[in-house]
């Protein structure tokens, strides 16, 4: 928005430079005041405001939406980190709502029931930036063609394994580097294949990397394994039910924030993951019925 | 022939790459800085945008608060964008974390507002001939400046770059823009 005095509001640039601000960091998942208070004294650099975690979500089934905004304003009003919360996929009024509450970023959430089918959030009318999950390269420039402002990869939520997560920033990673070796006519075939534009493509085979913030989420539920994506390239990570879903969520918030800065130092992982006790106990992906298998909503 | 200073960025968290990428274009040598160790024969230091909580929480329990601080009073030049500006302040309005000190003032967290009321705009500064594309991202602004310390931009008429001596704290972003000005004045003005 532009205003009389020159101050320009909810440009691409002021949307992307808070993901930038998040790198490094991790952002945990809340789902009242008391943890939002537990993550920041962590070290958190923002929170995820929800009504329940993923493992819950799954573990009761029903159709999941976005927090009540008592729970969101309560989450608010506990932290001076960014806020975040989750809209479902194409469901423009709960991102509209969340934008009335002034959340910092809304998450359109393969987590959450999708309310559409067919169309994903215009995220480009937006005064509040978005994220979105992505599997593949094709998945992640289609979401920034929609107005994203950051991506993350879109792991297993709630099951604490790393390996789909692993899976989705390795794609990502490879598509990128074969883009680079490609000619102009193959670069604009790839992006007829993606449904994006070739000067999208264009932009991500001259950087080398996403024009935006890559952050791993989803399944990580220990100090190594966000040590593990960072060491894979992502920008800094997500963790859901990992840490309210272990024995001592205070000991593990501050342990996975220590293992995302010094990542690629074994020694202090080591140090900061001794005496943690138990992590949430997760589930082998192959057992998941294909229902509830959520990175594959959205397309 | 002079071997030119080399220049620490604070890599705890944040946006570290772009100050990097901000002084290489410059070509001045830099390092990043996670250890106390880390900072020792450095010439300057630029602690980046970020999360001021986190980045100090870590500080904290990596044992590099007490070196920063010396380091700083000792008169590292040090650049300070947004969160550094937190960091490096002498006291904020509200909430307890950990702070270096080392400049006179008292900043406002999140003083313009949330993400929705983060923004863009073209700033006179003091020393650049031309204005600079500020941005502001949740970002703090100087509520009190102490006698040692220069006001060097307002947004309306709140302080939103200062400087005392070697330290320079700015609210806004000079790392998010493809203009290093504010990093070639301050390494000027700090002797560097």
Not at chain 1, 30 to 37: E, F, K, L, N
Not at chain 1, 100 to 105: S, T
Not at chain 1, 267 to 290: D, N, Q, W
Request: include cysteine.
């Amino acid at each position: 928005m532009d205003q009389s005095n020159g101050m320009k509001t909810g440009t691409e640039l002021v949307k992307r430079g808070l993901a930038d601000m998040l790198k490094g960091g991790v952002i945990m998942d809340v789902v009242d005041a008391d943890q939002a208070r537990i993550a920041e004294e962590a070290g958190a650099v923002a929170v995820m405001a929800l009504e329940r975690v993923p493992a819950d979500i799954r573990k009761d089934g029903g159709v999941a939406r976005m927090a009540n905004p008592a729970k969101v304003t309560e989450i608010m009003g506990a932290v001076t980190i960014p806020v975040m919360a989750k809209c479902r996929i194409g469901h423009f009024l709960e991102a509209r709502v969340l934008e009335d509450l002034g959340v910092d970023y809304i998450d359109e959430s393969e987590v959450l029931t999708p309310a559409d089918e067919e169309f994903h959030v215009d995220k480009w009318p937006f005064t509040t930036p978005f994220v979105c999950g992505a599997r593949d390269l094709g998945e992640g420039l289609r979401r920034l063609s929609e107005g994203a402002a950051m991506i993350r990869t879109k792991g297993e939520a709630g099951t604490g394994n790393v390996v789909e997560a692993v899976r989705h920033i390795r794609a990502i990673t490879s598509q990128m580097e074969a883009l680079a070796d490609m000619t102009d006519e193959e670069q604009a075939d790839q992006a007829a294949m993606m449904r994006v534009s070739p000067e999208l493509v264009k932009e991500v085979a001259s950087l080398g990397r996403l024009p935006v913030v890559n952050f791993a989420a989803g399944g990580i539920a220990t100090p190594s394994d966000a040590a593990l994506m960072m060491a894979l390239g992502c920008d800094g990570v997500f963790v859901g039910s990992g840490i309210f879903k272990s024995s001592q969520p205070t000991a593990y918030a501050a342990a996975i924030v220590e293992a995302t800065t010094y990542w690629d130092n074994p020694g202090v992982i080591a140090k900061v993951s001794r005496g943690l006790g138990e992590p949430m106990r997760g589930k082998e992906i192959g057992t998941l019925e294909p229902a509830e298998r959520l990175a594959a909503r959205g397309w | 022939m002079t071997v030119p200073p080399t220049i620490g960025v604070l890599a705890l968290q944040g946006d570290v790459r772009e100050h990097l990428v901000a002084l290489e274009r410059l070509g001045v040598p830099t390092r990043s800085v996670r250890l106390a160790e880390d900072l020792t024969g450095l010439d300057g230091l630029v602690i980046p945008g970020g999360e001021s909580t986190t980045i100090g929480r870590l500080a904290e329990r990596f044992g590099l608060l007490h070196p920063l601080r010396s380091a700083l009073a000792d008169g590292l030049p040090t650049l300070a964008t947004c969160a550094g500006m937190i960091l490096v302040a002498g006291a904020i309005v509200e909430g307890d974390q950990p702070l270096l000190g080392a400049l006179d003032v008292v900043v406002r967290r999140n003083a313009f507002g949330r993400q929705n009321e983060s923004f863009e705009m073209d700033l006179d500064v003091k020393g650049l001939d031309r204005p600079f594309h500020g941005v502001f991202i949740r970002a703090p602004w100087v509520e009190k400046v102490g006698s040692d310390v220069e006001v060097l931009a307002r947004v309306g008429d709140r302080p939103v770059m200062v400087g005392s001596g070697r330290i320079v704290a700015t609210s806004f972003h000079p790392e998010l823009t493809d203009d290093s000005r504010i990093h070639r004045l301050w390494m000027e003005d700090a002797g560097g």
